[in-house]
């Protein structure tokens, strides 16, 4: 089983940009499709990004295309979000999560393992 960790949360103003790194340990990483999430207050967790375990393919929910860029690093076992262009509507604790040995999917329920999240906090 892997476990994963994030960081790189902050407060940012809109139109800057932060890094997200979700660093695992445990099982061969490069086996794993990893996603990332984000929960504002008040809603349900919602997709964000996704990158496969074996091409690298990469996914995005419309709202983040061209501003946000999904990446692993499977020799630091690491996969990391970038965020450009940030929204005050980006505002939320984002959490990374993986897939053993399947393809991407926006749905929470298909993912095995979660992160505790971090907060992204973005002022108009």
């Known amino acids: 089983q892997v476990q994963l960790v994030e960081s790189g949360g902050g407060l940012v103003q809109a139109g800057g940009s932060l890094r997200l790194s979700c660093a695992a340990s445990?099982?061969?990483?490069?086996?794993?499709?990893v996603g990332w999430f984000r929960q504002a207050p008040g809603k349900e967790r919602a997709f964000v990004a996704a990158?496969?375990?074996?091409?690298?393919?990469?996914y995005y929910t419309d709202s983040v295309k061209g501003r946000f860029t999904i990446s692993r690093d499977n020799a630091k076992n690491t996969v990391y979000l970038q965020m450009n262009s940030l929204k005050p509507e980006d505002t939320a604790v984002y959490y990374c999560?993986?897939?053993?040995?399947?393809?991407?999917?926006?749905?929470?329920?298909?993912?095995?393992?979660w992160g505790q999240g971090t907060q992204v906090t973005i002022s108009s």
């Open positions: 990158i496969t375990w074996s091409a690298g393919n990469t």
């Open positions: 999560a993986s897939r053993w040995r399947r393809g991407p999917s926006p749905d929470v329920e298909q993912y095995d393992v």
């Open positions: 445990g099982r061969t990483f490069s086996s794993y499709t």
